[in-house]
């Protein structure tokens, strides 16, 4: 970096590299013509001081030796745009210089003082604001200063914020300094909106600061490429991740065991499927059909590779029933979305711009989700030239609800709508009623199809030749069989005994080639079937469970299909596979009863010599084969699904009620706040805690019961397990990231017969709007869980009544007028509009509430019950605050006024006025009985409550003071404003002193310490930070891009009293000095330390505290009032949580 360095009255070029820079000045200006501005050469020259921009670089100079500065930079003679690399390199870094800077002084030549009344209007239509590389001269540096022509300072960022938001569009807390990141690239964009540069390109360069992204200039490729560029850039350094099914991609570890079509195979079908795929007017749609067994998920695998190998496959899924979500459309546009993002990172844009506007979208509707992470995203994509990619959709027939797929397709085909993206969509399933339906659906024209079973018969027969040749000729090397084993007879045989069924030879190859047995024997067992009249489904799969069921005496039949049927049967009907030791635990059977049963059937079922491995069909048919109804009574091997789903519902719900099961902080977190993320750590870790049997069942067990279609009836086992452990099972729900999901399964539940007046049909309701209304909080802290109920009424709710008395209280809803409208009746006297401001009495018995409904309200908390409404404001209520003996109340509101109430009778005792503009805080001595009010018109005025007269009017020409407190001899008054300053008045004579305390963020609570031989500062490092100076307690928000600054609201600690923002604020106790309770949006906080998380519904607009209550106020006009025990929460200290 090169810098202007000044020495005495003359400054020269330094160069600083690395870490070594200096404080420096840097400025901030437009461009006149090229040859008026001062260059790097002139500088070099010395004779920069003839051009006609030199009293630009003066200004600076001066400006800057005036504040001891010494260094400053300038762009027109700080950077050499004659070297394309160091420009490259200034463009790439100027966001940073301008960042890093001391201060920057923005000169504007066309604003002029001459005319005190002007220079507003002159600075509202200021050339500054309209150029593209000032956008980040504004945003980037913490302190930016205005100056006129006439080099007269006209205001900073900050006392100007509201101006420049206006003219320029951008976001208030963008100009404060909150993180970029913290805005959407929609909204970053949109800063640059109607900006302009000299150089076309310059107008996406001028933004890379912006994005923090950097690139080479290409000076010439037009204002197009280089938008285009910048916004690959900018996806690029996203990191976005989607929930995504995982297994789903053809190439994950999962699908690694499967193999893709032998070199010679299919050849005539993958070479028409390429050629569709590259032809820009082919129909956006392919679907390959096939009955079972074909061949189709081959043909998939092998497309989907091809096209990886080319960079042209967007994403592949490949569905499997019976295997969690690649048996579910839950996921196929979250995880497609997911791979088109690594494809075109430009598409994380709009991806970007939808989860920052709606985070939930991932769990929308299908529909909702292809628009907004799929669809929409790829339309916003300007590519040139245009991108081809390949979407390989495998075995939609195997997605879980007809529904579903057919809805898939209908979305797929808007894919034909895109404009710089042709997209292709590769689709195999068999031939079922609703996937032909779906396709039906489609206008003509959308899709093109071919039939895999009716290809020619010999052509399909050569492919599974080939393919018995090769597997059968790795058997005979495997084996040291003789060179002419099989002979061709015997393979044509079993080429007629296979076609047109790919999985029949597959099965038959993996059957003989069972290392426990002799190949050329079970060789000559298949061909035997040949002359037999079954179907091809019977012929693939009832040879080898005939010879294993006839190789049993004949006593111990039964008995041996009884244990197939449990075993093998739950294998094919469980909805995610498991292994050996966890199929155990689930089915209170032994491990070595399990293996015995599988250990013949490895042609069929892939099982591992780990028993941790978990167990997986090796193709869909044999489930089809083994439940097939048509085989009822038949067949002793028959599985009677609906009986299956139930014996499985039982042994889900025996897991999770018995010994080892569900219980409360099953994984022995630290305490409710316990993050889920943070606290998980490995998979293993959270197995420890909860054994992947105990996850299949809290996962499934709804499914199994909805799918042997029982009925829910009260005192039975779904009722019984609700009643007891609905909240454990929402605790491991959210701890495996499916609380939100759990909405759905207890709605399946609901549509199960059951009488509308049962117990348990009530118990479901509720619990269904238990979940859609919490599931957030519990999302990422599950032991929150356990605290949620406070917020139902109990006398109301099953739920809070099933688990109140189950530990000692800790914290505990002590009103009883502000309930949930879904669980009971809202109160009559509840505000009609937001809550503004609470504030309780010295004793806690009452508390007042100011609102936008203009009107005061006055609680008693231990009936909960209104006692007077105060009306005379006209606008809102801004301010209240208990006047001695809780006798009398004041008020500030936006009319204007002040207003003197009597709490015994609720009538107005006096109207004070004065103020210009809205009053929004107030505080009060008693020593001097006085009472202050701040106001949006700059000015806070001392009351003497004695005469009812204005003492003194203190102008703080400075925006908004955010809080006001008396010492305790009532002599000062000390106020905090958002120039992150303290001010000390005297009200006696109106004298100012004015602090600065090191603050980096807005000051937004301060009081006055008891200690006043205290000197030295201390400091808070949580949600915020405390500074101790001369008895000044002052409290600041380290983040300011926590909370919102709202209106104040008053504490009551023992005989302390104190002012502080409701979310900003940090209650402190001059006596003990510790914290004390304290709340933000989501949380409140007991001495510091977050204990109870609050849903979004109860997000406060106001906070007031007395002791170990705390009640907020809602932007629905409700109060919720919870009082704390202490003494039951040891546990936030010392961990963990009761189990």
Not at 204 to 229: H, T
């Amino acid at each position: 970096m090169r810098l202007l360095q000044i020495k005495d009255d003359s400054f020269s070029l330094v160069e600083r590299i690395g870490n070594d820079i200096p404080p420096y000045a840097i400025l901030s200006h437009t461009w006149g013509k090229d040859e008026d501005e001062v260059l790097y050469q002139d500088i070099l020259d010395g004779i920069g001081h003839t051009k006609p921009a030199w009293h630009k670089i003066l200004f600076c100079s001066k400006q800057a030796a005036g504040e001891k500065i010494e260094y400053f930079w300038v762009d027109t003679c700080c950077i050499n745009k004659l070297s394309s690399a160091e420009l490259t390199e200034a463009i790439n870094s100027m966001f940073r210089w301008y960042q890093c800077a001391k201060k920057c002084y923005v000169y504007l030549a066309d604003v002029s003082v001459k005319s005190s009344t002007a220079w507003q209007s002159a600075f509202e239509e200021s050339r500054w604001f309209t150029r593209g590389w000032t956008l980040q001269e504004l945003v980037a540096p913490q302190i930016v200063e205005f100056f006129s022509a006439e080099g007269t300072r006209l205001g900073d960022k900050d006392s100007l914020e509201k101006i420049i938001q206006a003219m320029t569009g951008i976001d208030a807390h963008a100009l404060q300094g909150y993180p970029l990141t913290h805005f959407s690239v929609k909204t970053r964009l949109s800063w640059a909106t109607g900006r302009q540069t000299k150089r076309e390109e310059d107008a996406a360069y001028a933004l890379l600061g912006i994005f923090n992204v950097y690139m080479p200039m290409i000076y010439g490729e037009g204002f197009q490429n280089a938008r285009n560029r910048l916004l690959k850039e900018i996806g690029a350094s996203l990191s976005i991740t989607l929930p995504s099914a995982e297994g789903a991609s053809f190439d994950s570890y999962t699908q690694e065991r499967y193999a893709c079509c032998l070199p010679g195979t299919r050849s005539s079908l993958l070479h028409h499927l390429v050629g569709w795929a590259k032809d820009e007017n082919s129909k956006p749609i392919f679907w390959l059909n096939g009955m079972a067994g074909t061949g189709k998920s081959t043909v998939a695998r092998t497309i989907a590779h091809h096209f990886a190998s080319q960079h042209q496959l967007g994403a592949s899924f490949f569905f499997k029933q019976g295997e969690g979500e690649l048996g579910s459309a839950r996921r196929l546009f979250t995880s497609i979305a997911m791979g088109l993002m690594a494809r075109v990172p430009e598409m994380k844009l709009g991806v970007k711009d939808v989860l920052d506007e709606d985070p939930t979208v991932i769990d929308k509707s299908l529909k909702v989700q292809f628009e907004k992470l799929v669809l929409q995203p790829l339309s916003q994509v300007l590519h040139q030239p245009r991108l081809e990619l390949v979407i390989v959709l495998d075995a939609l027939d195997e997605c879980d609800e007809d529904n579903n797929i057919r809805e898939i397709l209908r979305l797929l085909s808007h894919i034909k709508s895109l404009k710089s993206v042709t997209l292709r969509v590769f689709v195999t399933s068999r031939p079922e009623l609703h996937v032909r339906l779906g396709f039906k659906e489609l206008r003509h024209g959308e899709y093109e199809n071919i039939i895999l079973h009716e290809i020619a018969t010999d052509i399909v027969k050569n492919d599974i030749l080939l393919f018995l040749q090769h597997e059968l000729g790795n058997i005979r090397r495997q084996r040291s069989l003789p060179s002419d084993w099989p002979n061709m007879e015997q393979m044509m045989a079993l080429a007629d005994l296979a076609t047109p069924l790919f999985i029949f030879a597959a099965t038959l190859c993996r059957y003989i080639g069972d290392q426990k047995h002799n190949p050329r024997t079970r060789l000559e067992t298949m061909l035997t079937y040949r002359n037999k009249a079954t179907s091809k489904l019977d012929a693939t799969y009832l040879p080898i469970l005939h010879l294993l069921f006839e190789e049993e005496d004949k006593d111990d039949k039964e008995q041996w299909s009884a244990e197939f049927r449990t075993i093998v049967g739950s294998i094919v009907i469980l909805l995610n596979p498991l292994s050996v030791s966890s199929l155990a635990k689930l089915l209170g059977v032994s491990k070595f009863d399990i293996g015995c049963r599988l250990d013949s059937l490895h042609s069929v079922l892939s099982v591992s010599e780990s028993e941790f491995v978990p167990i997986r069909l090796l193709h869909l048919s044999f489930r089809d084969f083994l439940l097939d109804p048509r085989k009822k009574g038949k067949s002793p091997l028959w599985v009677d699904e609906k009986e299956t789903h139930k014996n499985l519902a039982s042994r889900c719900l025996e897991v999770m009620s018995g010994p080892g099961g569900l219980r409360r902080n099953i994984c022995k977190l630290y305490g409710p706040t316990s993050l889920r993320p943070d606290l998980l750590g490995t998979g293993q870790e959270l197995e420890r805690h909860v054994p992947l049997h105990l996850q299949y069942a809290c996962r499934y067990w709804t499914t199994h019961v909805v799918q042997s279609r029982c009925t829910l009836q009260d005192g039975y086992s779904v009722h019984t397990f609700l009643r007891r452990h609905l909240l454990h099972w929402l605790e491991v729900m959210s701890i495996l990231g499916e609380i939100q999901h759990a909405v759905y399964l207890l709605k399946n539940l609901q549509a199960l017969p059951q009488s509308n007046e049962s117990v348990s049909s009530r118990y479901l309701i509720e619990a269904v709007r238990f979940v859609e209304k919490f599931w957030k909080v519990a999302e990422s802290t599950p032991l929150q869980l356990y605290c949620l109920p406070i917020f139902l009424t109990p006398n109301e709710s099953l739920i809070s009544r099933a688990f109140a008395h189950r530990d000692p209280v800790w914290v505990k809803r002590i009103s009883k007028l502000f309930g949930d409208q879904e669980f009971c009746a809202p109160s009559a006297h509840k505000h009609s509009a937001l809550t503004r401001v609470l504030a309780f009495s010295s004793d806690g018995r009452s508390i007042a509430s100011g609102s936008n409904d203009t009107r005061i309200h006055l609680w008693d908390t231990t009936t909960g019950l209104c006692r007077k409404v105060l009306k005379g404001h006209s606008k809102y209520v801004n301010a209240v605050i208990w006047l001695p003996k809780d006798l009398a109340i004041a008020s500030a509101s936006k009319d204007h006024t002040v207003r003197l109430w009597d709490a015994v009778t609720g009538s107005c005792s006096a109207t004070l006025h004065g103020h210009t503009r809205s009053v929004h805080t107030l505080a009060f001595s008693q020593t001097a009985n006085l009472l202050a009010s701040a106001s949006k018109d700059l000015t806070i005025r001392l009351w003497d409550l004695t005469t009812g007269c204005c003492r003194f009017t203190l102008e703080v020409l400075f925006p908004r003071v955010t809080s006001v407190t008396f010492s305790d001899d009532g002599l000062q008054v000390a106020t905090t404003s958002t120039d992150k300053r303290v001010r000390v008045w005297s009200t006696s004579t109106g004298g100012c002193q004015t602090l600065e305390l090191g603050h980096s963020g807005w000051i937004t609570t301060t009081t006055f310490s008891q200690d006043k031989a205290s000197e030295s500062p201390s400091s808070y490092d949580g949600l915020g930070r405390l500074f101790l100076y001369n008895a000044i307690i002052t409290g600041a928000c380290c983040d300011p891009g926590a909370f919102g600054l709202n209106d104040h609201a008053t504490i009551h600690g023992r005989r302390d009293l104190f002012t502080y923002d409701s979310h900003f604020g940090i209650p402190y106790n001059p006596k003990s000095r510790k914290l004390c309770l304290s709340a933000t949006e989501s949380w409140i906080l007991h001495n510091s330390i977050p204990c109870l998380r609050l849903p979004a519904a109860y997000a406060p607009s106001s906070v007031a505290v007395h002791g170990d209550m705390i009640c907020l106020g809602h932007d629905s006009g409700e109060i919720t009032l919870l009082k704390f025990f202490p003494e039951n929460m040891q546990w936030l200290w010392d961990g963990p949580f009761p189990t």
